[in-house]
């Protein structure tokens, strides 16, 4: 059996109601991606100006990269301890994208981002290469030890994601970064009681499928760092 993590998440009910709850749930990748974008201290765009992601409460509008105002109707946390995984070869780390690391203001100022974040990437070599206008590629994929750099913490540190009514990029110290969306297709990779317990994490939808369709394709770390040889 995987070890289990204990997830908090907080969610905007029909009638408009936050409702709070904290589940133990396996720690592994399928849980925790949906729980590990921002570190506190990320600061999100919204109607209300900018927001550090521990202080946003369901219910608030978000300002997407794509121009739209959208609804946070969850937000999920957990908390990362230093040394966790080390046994198993998966030590905690964090993704620093420094100042300027990929273009004026892209971050202002640094940034610190879970694992499993994902940036949305739009490049001409991205075009050329898959004809895609946009895609989400992990934050990791640009790691290289000097602009982007790879973090273990000597304390625990908080991680944050956020769902949208629609899914769409949050706007966050000048970079664009996905909100949680499962993905396409997990029915017929996750076994079913598996599934049901991942589903119960999301009390404001009644199934996955109520997260709609992804916003962009997504690309693996190294079909990114392809795109750069």
């Known amino acids: 059996m995987p070890l289990t993590r204990r997830y908090e ?6 009638n408009g109601l936050i409702e709070n709850s904290t589940r133990l749930a396996p720690a592994t990748p399928l849980f925790e991606e949906a729980f590990s974008a921002l570190a506190r201290g990320a600061v999100v765009a919204t109607e209300e100006g900018p927001v550090a992601v521990e202080d946003l409460v369901p219910g608030m509008r978000a300002l997407t990269a794509e121009g739209r105002v959208e609804t946070i109707t969850w937000i999920g946390s957990m908390m990362l301890y230093p040394g966790a995984g080390a046994e198993e070869g998966e030590a905690v780390s964090l993704t620093r994208i420094t100042s300027d690391a990929l273009g004026v203001g892209r971050p202002s100022p640094d940034l610190l981002l879970g694992a499993r974040a994902r940036i949305c990437l739009r490049d001409a070599r991205l075009r050329r290469a898959t004809g895609l206008e946009a895609a989400y590629v992990p934050a990791r994929a640009f790691i290289d030890g000097v602009s ?16 949208l009514a629609r899914q769409g990029s949050l706007r966050v110290a000048g970079l664009e970064v996905e909100s949680y969306h499962p993905g396409e297709g997990l029915a017929e990779m996750v076994e079913p009681r598996m599934l049901s317990l991942f589903g119960a ?19 693996t770390r190294f079909e990114v760092e392809s795109l750069w040889d």
């Open 9 to 14: 998440a907080a969610w905007l009910t029909p």
């Open 148 to 163: 982007v750099i790879e973090v273990t913490p000597v304390a625990p540190v908080t991680v944050y994601h956020v769902v």
């Open 201 to 219: 994490l999301f009390p404001q939808i009644e199934s996955l499928r109520d997260f709609g369709p992804p916003l962009h394709p997504r690309l």
